[in-house]
Structure formats: C-alpha cells, structure tokens
C-alpha cells in the first residue's frame, strides 16, 4: 500500500515538473499560473504546495530539473577517458555545453525556460549559479589551468585572465542560443546553425589558438 501512495507521488510530482517547465518556458514565471500548471499535470492545485512549498520553489525545481536531465544526457566530458588531454577536455565541455542548449535530446521547452531565464532573471538564478553553473564554471576552470599550464590555483591577474578566457568560451557558445535569430539572418548559405559538432570544432580550435598566445605571450600576469 504505501508502495502504491509513493509510487502516486512520484507520477504527480513527475508530472508536475513536466507541465510547469511547458508553462514557464512559454508564459515566464511572473506570468505563469499554479492553476494552468495543475490543469496540464491533471491534478488539483494543492498538489503544488504539498510537494514544493509554492509557486517559487516549483520554479527553482523546475530549473534545477531541466539542467539535471541535459547534464545526465550530455555530462560536461562526454565520458571521455581518464588520460584525455586538456585539448580533449576542452572541446567536450564545449560540445556538451552546445548539446544542452541546442540539441534535441532535452525537454523541448528547456531551452526556452533557460533563454528567459537569462535574459529576465528571477531571484531562483542566485540558487541555479550555487547548485548548478559553479561547478560547471569550476571544471572549466580547471581545463583552462591545465591548458594555461598552471600546477596550482590561479591567483591575482592570472585568476582574472583565467575567469575572462572562461567567459570568452561561455559568450561563444550562449551567442548561438540566445542570438540564434540574429545568426539566422546573417549566415552565409554554407552555414548550418544545426551542426553543432562543426560549431563545437570551431569554438575549440579558435579558443585554444588565443589561450595558447596568451601562454605563448606571457600575458597571464601574476
């Protein structure tokens, strides 16, 4: 019996995510109602409060949801071997990344949910940066050491250039999601904004050949 009522929960609260990442990704959060979420989920609105508090905690569930499944589908190494080089790891975290946001193998309303999220943040962002983007940010961090040939931690102006190189790749990934209209318009007709493993290769080699000058440079001040 108790198996059957845990069982029931779970489906609701399954169901829940589902509909509530459908109605957030097309209304917004501030627009959205905790009623046409449980109409779409078929269940009462009390469900929400019994399984998330309210209305803001299903929304941080939601996202947290979203990016747990592209993660699980898409893991920031693409399960590359234990001796891969930093070049390898750099080129996995970029095409993983570009996966999440572009590719088919997520929530068809995932990518919309995290374009309004980032160009309207809510105050669920400072919970999603803590729980979610940091450790993605820390790894690639760790490959930009190892690419920037640093055996310890980054510190002063090395830790700036570190942090700025790590925002570069991020910027050039985010530019085909969030200004895919822009990229739509522009391209050249031997462009495909669908290959993601062509955009993938050409964010890896263009970020290595600037990280590799400023090694090359010495413009990693301490």
Known sequence: ???????????????????????????????????EICRRASTNVAAVNYHFGDK??????????????ARRRY????????????E??????????????????VPAWHGKLMAREISDPTDALDKLVKSSIRPLHEYLVS????????????????????FLCAMSIIGQCLQHFT????????RPKSFNPADIE???????????????GLRTAGQVQP
């Open 1 to 35: 019996m108790e198996n059957n009522i845990s069982k029931k929960n779970d489906d609701t609260k399954a169901r829940l995510l589902d509909a509530a990442g459908e109605v957030f990704a097309h209304h917004g959060f501030r627009s959205a109602t905790v009623r």
């Open 56 to 69: 803001e905690a299903l929304y941080v569930a939601v996202l947290e949801y979203s990016l747990q499944l």
């Open 75 to 86: 893991p920031p190494d693409l399960g590359l071997r234990d001796e891969a080089t930093p």
């Open 88 to 105: 390898e790891k750099l080129r996995a975290f970029i095409h993983s990344l570009l996966l999440r946001i572009l590719g088919e193998g």
């Open 143 to 162: 490959i930009l050491n190892e690419l920037l040939e640093e055996e310890v931690p980054a510190k002063g102006g090395k830790r700036d250039e570190i």
């Open 179 to 186: 200004g895919r209209q822009i990229v739509a318009a522009l």
């Open 198 to 212: 062509g955009i993938a290769d050409h964010i890896t080699r263009f970020s290595l050949v600037g990280i590799r």
